[in-house]
């Protein structure tokens, strides 16, 4: 059972990136699929989640409008779309499978991907 992120990268302020995160091993199409993202010297926290069905998607205050989360259950891949991305966007972002509990509780996700770098420079 793996997730993979990618997509990460070096980008401007006021720039775009997308992340991928692909499943392999098992599909997790009825999970809470989130990304968290985790800054150097800070705690890993929630930016994104959505609900297995893709109805549902719910967002840190700090990336509401300017970043999007999406699924295609059929790839088994799940994606985020950051735009007008900030410096303080920068850090290493990790997609993950929900267990349990409420979607911006990191210790509800049981299944992680290794990270993704996003740097934003001003």
């Known amino acids: 059972v793996q997730l993979q992120a990618f997509g990460g990268g070096l980008v401007q302020a006021g720039g775009s990136l997308r992340l991928s995160c692909v499943a392999s091993g098992r599909t997790f199409s009825s999970r809470v699929m989130g990304w968290f993202r985790q800054a150097l010297g800070k705690e890993r926290g929630f930016v994104a989640a959505?609900?297995?069905?893709?109805?549902?998607?719910y967002y840190a205050d700090s990336v509401k409008g300017r970043f999007t989360i999406s699924r295609d259950t059929a790839k088994n891949t799940v994606y985020l779309q950051m735009n007008s991305l900030k410096p303080e966007d920068t850090a290493v972002y990790f997609c993950?499978?929900?267990?349990?509990?409420?979607?911006?509780?990191?210790?509800?996700?049981?299944?992680w991907g290794q990270g993704t770098q996003v740097t934003v420079s001003s």
């Open positions: 993950a499978a929900q267990s349990g509990g409420s979607y911006y509780i990191r210790d509800g996700y049981n299944y």
């Open positions: 959505i609900s297995w069905s893709g109805g549902y998607q």
